[in-house]
């Protein structure tokens, strides 16, 4: 199986130095990158056949991700 790289610096790499900045600068902003980086490691982990996680709970983790990764988006558009 191929795994896609879902990091935020692969999903939006023309923000990296403004995610960097607001990593540092606004703490809902860290926050919210925490959040994404957590879950994006855990679900890559189970992706890979490390552990063990039902189907629904799985799905759920991806769909928190994927509401994560728009709320970043729109700050990375709108600061």
Not at 2 to 8: K, Q, Y
Not at 28 to 35: D, I, N, Y
Not at 45 to 73: C, H, M, N, Q
Request: no cysteine; hydrophobic share 30%.
């Amino acid at each position: 199986m191929d795994f896609l790289n879902h990091d935020l610096a692969h999903e939006f790499p023309q923000y990296r130095e403004k995610m960097h900045s607001l990593k540092a600068s606004d703490a809902q902003f860290a926050r919210l990158f925490s959040r994404y980086d957590d879950d994006n490691h855990t679900i890559a982990k189970y992706e890979k056949g490390v552990g063990s996680i039902s189907d629904e709970a799985l799905e759920t983790l991806k769909k928190r991700r994927l509401k994560t990764k728009d709320e970043i988006y729109e700050i990375l558009k709108t600061r």
